[in-house]
């Protein structure tokens, strides 16, 4: 199935925006503005303790935890740990950046034009973005197997066409198939000797979703396939640039 693509995406920033738009008003303590002149992007503040101020932030989507000493003049970057060994930075982070920011990409990508692989009822999706011409797409595909067969896992197969001049001919042909998911498992088994041929004439309508699903990919900070959005254990967004090793995928798609 394809799910059809809701055409409004925007920057990354906008990505976060709802979030972080109230934060970056505020006038932060000079080394918080000075954490954000570096890249850092400063979500919101949480309590801390032994006299600090804590400072939830993120920088290239990930969460990090800022400590503003007493006097307002310093600030520490990293994980709180207490004498148990417990890390107080976590659950701050959890709530005011990893969940948001989960909620939100998943949203993103679950709009985007994408080719389910596997049965819909899978208690696990994982979304990649895929190119036709990629052998590491093709590699991923290949592995994921065990897991799609047994109706583990449902891959989403965020189409791009960024590789070659034919990934664009190709993914069309994908995308417009009858049966989309049985015209990727065919193209995928037969990879190696080209796949499926790409089509002469490009609609103006699978051209605009894959354009949009080209800037969703480098506006959450891609620029190679297959890259692969999955949630964790604890139900955080995690993201994987390349075909994983052996020792990944378990991570990724759970016991087999």
Request: with cysteine; glycine share 8%.
């Amino acid at each position: 199935m394809i799910k059809k693509l809701s055409i409004l995406l925007s920057v990354l920033f906008t990505l976060l925006g709802s979030m972080t738009l109230n934060a970056q008003a505020k006038d932060w303590p000079a080394p918080i503005k000075a954490l954000e002149a570096k890249g850092i992007e400063v979500i919101g503040t949480f309590d801390a303790p032994g006299g600090l101020a804590g400072y939830a932030g993120m920088i290239e989507q990930q969460p990090l935890a800022i400590y503003l000493t007493a006097d307002g003049k310093q600030a520490i970057v990293g994980s709180m740990i207490d004498a148990q060994g417990n890390n107080l930075s976590q659950k701050p982070l959890e709530r005011l950046v990893s969940k948001p920011i989960t909620a939100k990409t998943w949203k993103l990508l679950d709009e985007s034009t994408w080719i389910a692989d596997g049965s819909n009822n899978a208690p696990r999706v994982i979304y990649t973005f895929t190119d036709p011409n990629c052998p590491y797409c093709n590699k991923f595909w290949n592995d994921a197997r065990p897991w799609v067969k047994t109706g583990k896992v449902q891959l989403r197969h965020v189409m791009v066409a960024i590789l070659t001049p034919t990934s664009q001919g190709k993914a069309a042909a994908l995308l417009s198939a009858t049966d989309p998911q049985a015209a990727l498992a065919q193209h995928e088994q037969q990879h190696a000797k080209g796949g499926v041929k790409a089509l002469n004439q490009v609609s103006e309508k699978i051209r605009t979703q894959l354009d949009a699903n080209q800037k969703l990919m480098q506006q959450l900070g891609s620029s190679a396939t297959p890259t692969i959005f999955y949630k964790d254990a604890s139900g955080n967004l995690q993201k994987m640039q390349g075909a994983p090793p052996a020792e990944m995928l378990s991570k990724i798609m759970g016991p087999r």
